[in-house]
Structures are given as C-alpha cells and as structure tokens.
C-alpha cells in the first residue's frame, strides 16, 4: 500500500531561477488544500542537516508569485554529498514528521533528492534551473524569464554595437549547456552564436564572417557566446587584432538569474508545483515532474538522470542559416 502522506516539506537547492517561489507557493497552497501539513526547508540541503525548517502557511507565500530569486533562500552543500550528510538530512525530516519532501533545483539537486528517497522520505523534483539542462524536460523553471532578460539587454548592446561600427561578444550563462546562448542567438538575430555543443573553436571562421559583414556593409556583428566556452574577453583582443574592427565583450552575468519572472514562468512553475504535491498524494516517489510534448508529466529520477540532452537539431540548423 502507498504511503499515506500527512506533512510535506519543500525547499529550493543549487542556483535561483525566477519562478521558484511560484512553485513554492503551488507546493504550500495545494497542499493546504489536501488538508496536510506543509514545512519550508531554509537554504537548500544545508538548511535541512542544520535543522532551519519553518510551518508554512497560506500567507506565508503570499505576495511572492511574482518576485525572483526564492524565499526559501537556496545554497550549494557538501555536506549533503556525503551518506553521513544524508542520513542526518532523512533524521531532519523524521523529526518534523515529514514524509514527503519537494525538491526545486538542477541536476545535482536531484542526486541528492535520490539520496534522501533512498534513506526512506519520499522525494519529487521540480526542475528549477536557467540553463534547460535537464534532458527528460522540456521546460525548466527559469529558462524563460532568463533568455527573455538576455535577449533585451543584448537589444540595447547592438544599439551601442550598431552606432559605434563595432563587433561585440556577449557571454551568457548556461554552464555547460548552450540553450540561452542558441535561443538569444536567434531572438537577437546574432551573427555567431557559439555552442559548446557545436563550437570547433575556429575562430578564423569568425573572423571571416567580421570581414564579409563589413565589405556588404555591416554595421554590427554580434557574437552570442556561451558560458561553456567562456574566454570572451581574449577572444575580443584576437578578434580586434584581426580584423581589425573594434570589439567588446560583455559578460552578462548574474542579472540573468533575477528579475520578476515572465507568466510561462509563473504559470508552468505553478502547475509543477501542485502536481508535485498530486504525486506525493498518490504515495509516488522518486520522481521528476516534466513538461514533454505539451504536457506536465513524470519520470523516474534515476532514468531522468541517464538521460543525455542534445542541442535541437533544427534549432541549430534554423539558427545557422538565418545569422549568415
Ligand atoms: P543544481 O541543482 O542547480 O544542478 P548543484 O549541482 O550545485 O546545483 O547541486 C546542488 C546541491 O545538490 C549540491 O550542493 C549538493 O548539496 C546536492 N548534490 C549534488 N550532487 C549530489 C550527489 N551526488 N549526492 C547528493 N547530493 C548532491
Ligand atoms: O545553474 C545556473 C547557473 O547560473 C549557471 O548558468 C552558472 O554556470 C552557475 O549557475 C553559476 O553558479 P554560481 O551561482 O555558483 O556562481
């Protein structure tokens, strides 16, 4: 028989992403309205082994649907890496009657989520993270509101590219993933967009590219670089060098990570959320809420975390016709 679940916990682990706190106020509300008892967990798996769990209320999550970052503040925990650490973690909730625990967070998130699944709480993830790298989804929580302030700030960087005649390099996150960098690349109408999926490091090519653009009469030539890559900044010098065109390189940073998030955002976070809680309701555990082909649905967490995402082919290809 399935487990009958009386309090549940949630807490937002690894980096930000706009659209946490929608989730978390889906995760607090339908459970509220299930009748269970919900506690938030404070800084991610480090507020669980120190014990930082607070009561969640209705109104404990009003007024945060449309605010970034996570009221439930987030962290990065070594600790929790080790069986000693989650053993403490999986004896937290015990403690406080937690039998069923929401995990919003990226890939190692869910490693520790199948940790703590594995010392006896039943676990569901939610995929919170602005690099889409999470390969059983399609959507994550973030990645809209992040590409949607990349793709602005990259607007207002080819006014200055366009007036000055120059070439500029935007670096963007996405850490080893080149989804913000392909999807800027193609709302932006960059010239290169460089992938670590894709990139051969050739950057002769690139410099040729500069040169035709000039002799059609080019007045900017924007370069979406991808965190993966990185170097955008000796990568400008070489470039200048070469070409002889001015360049700059921006690094657009952390900015990508805040802000009110976008209604996708809102809305996909809040159904992940209230069907995370679903899950828990019907005594699943270890899996991993998704949204494929049009629809929120579930994986196993162990099978999620095999799987391997490639960059869309068509995307790519799209994305490669229209910046030549
Ligand atoms: P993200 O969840 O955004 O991918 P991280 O990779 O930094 O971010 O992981 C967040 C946290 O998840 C880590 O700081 C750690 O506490 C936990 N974690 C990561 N990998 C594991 C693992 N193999 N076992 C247990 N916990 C892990
Ligand atoms: O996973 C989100 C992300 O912003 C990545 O794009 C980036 O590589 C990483 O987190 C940066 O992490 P930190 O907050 O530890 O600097």
């Given amino acids: 028989m399935a487990k009958q679940i009386k309090t549940i916990g949630v807490l937002t682990s690894g ?27 404070q800084k991610g798996y480090n507020g ?162 500069i040169i035709e653009g000039r002799k059609k009469g080019k007045k900017h030539h924007l370069i979406i670089n991808a965190e993966g890559i990185g170097h955008s900044a000796g990568m400008a010098r070489r470039i200048e060098a070469a070409t002889g065109v001015e360049t700059r390189a921006t690094i657009l940073g952390y900015m990508q990570r805040g802000g009110s998030p976008t209604v996708t955002d809102r809305v996909y976070a809040s159904l992940m959320g209230s069907y995370a809680v679903d899950l828990l309701m019907e005594g699943k555990n270890n899996r991993l809420v998704a949204r494929k082909d049009g629809k929120i649905t579930d994986f196993d967490i162990d099978e999620a975390l095999a799987m391997t995402k490639n960059i869309d082919e068509f995307e790519y290809q799209v994305s490669q016709i229209l910046s030549k």
């Fill in 15 to 41: 980096g930000d992403a706009p659209g946490m706190n929608a989730a978390i106020r889906a995760v607090v509300r339908t459970g509220l309205a299930h009748g269970l008892k919900v506690k938030g967990i």
């Fill in 48 to 209: 669980l082994i120190s014990d930082e769990v607070i009561d969640m209320d209705r109104t404990s999550v009003s007024d945060i649907i449309q605010r970034g970052g996570t009221i439930l503040y987030t962290a990065r925990c070594l600790e929790f890496m080790t069986e000693e650490g989650q053993k403490r973690g999986a004896e937290i909730c015990k403690k406080h009657g937690i039998d069923g625990m929401v995990v919003i967070g990226g890939d190692g998130s869910f490693r520790g989520a199948q940790a703590l699944s594995k010392a006896g709480i039943n676990v569901i993830g939610l995929p919170g993270t602005i690099d889409l790298d999470i390969a059983c989804t399609d959507y994550t929580i973030g990645f809209d509101t992040a590409v949607n302030t990349a793709m602005e700030a990259i607007d207002k960087i080819r006014d200055t590219s366009t007036s000055h005649e120059r070439c500029s390099i935007i670096e963007v996150m996405g850490r080893n993933a080149g989804y913000i960098a392909l999807w800027c690349g193609i709302a932006n109408g960059a010239e290169d967009i460089l992938l670590p999926e894709k990139y051969d490091n050739d950057e002769q090519a690139i410099i040729n590219h």
